[in-house]
């Protein structure tokens, strides 16, 4: 298994919501990433797991709240968003290697809209 | 880590070999050149890398300067399905969990 599967693929939801994004690799990758892509704009970097651990927030609003339950899982909770999170929210994962020369898997997204 | 400089768009004939460009003049020796593309709607999706030497895949080409200022992709077949945007990043190897970070990248459209 070679892939990064997102669901869901598209979600819509109200300001007062809470919904989950999920992320599974089975590649045995041990970093995992959250990315939000606007239209038009590349990706930005969200959070950073390695090995299970949040290694890297960007400044994210606490309205976004990630999850790592194990190595081949990355969930992001969301709660009380804005209209302006409406985004591609991507999933990558890599190789957790020392050396840090290994490409990234992205997978496919979910379209949100709030 | 290094800033890169790409042109915003790129158009090739269906067929011929794409060139896509990628300028790093503030690149580190310890610093690696990537290039990942994104089909509309879709996720980024690697192509290569390389630290010093030229490398090659079953998809592209990769040819670094001696200096290591500037790269270039080589697609050598383009075809319509390699219309997307085309990403050269420039990053340090660190310990577990890298910082991969986007620019602007190249909208590269080939025409049939």
């Known amino acids: 298994d070679t892939e990064v599967t997102q669901t869901p693929k598209h979600l819509v939801m109200g300001m007062t919501n809470k919904k989950s994004l999920k992320c599974e690799q089975h590649?045995?990758?041990?970093?995992m990433y959250w990315y939000k892509q606007k239209a038009k704009k590349p990706p930005e970097l969200m959070f950073v797991y390695s090995y299970e651990k949040l290694s890297i927030n960007e400044s994210v609003p606490s309205r976004f709240s990630p999850e790592c339950p194990n190595s081949s899982l990355l969930n992001l909770h969301l709660h009380a968003l804005q209209p302006e999170d409406s985004a591609l929210y991507l999933c990558?994962?890599?190789?957790?290697?020392?050396?840090?020369?290994?490409?990234?898997?992205f997978g496919s997204g979910t379209r949100l809209t709030v | 880590d290094a800033k890169t400089t790409q042109p915003p768009s790129m158009d090739c004939a269906e067929g011929r070999a794409a060139n896509l460009p990628c300028n790093h003049s503030t690149i580190s020796g310890n610093e690696y050149v990537y290039w990942y593309r994104q089909i509309h709607s879709q996720g980024p999706q690697y192509i290569i890398h390389?630290?010093?030497n030229n490398e090659t895949n079953e998809m592209a080409s990769l040819i670094i300067t001696e200096d290591r200022k500037s790269s270039t992709l080589i697609l050598p077949h383009a075809t319509l399905r390699d219309t997307a945007v085309y990403y050269c990043i420039v990053r340090v190897a660190e310990t577990s969990g890298s910082r991969l970070t986007f620019g602007e990248g190249t909208q590269l459209t080939v025409n049939p």
């Open positions: 390389g630290l010093k």
């Open positions: 590649m045995g990758h041990r970093a």
């Open positions: 990558a994962s890599s190789q957790a290697q020392k050396q840090g020369n290994y490409g990234y898997t």
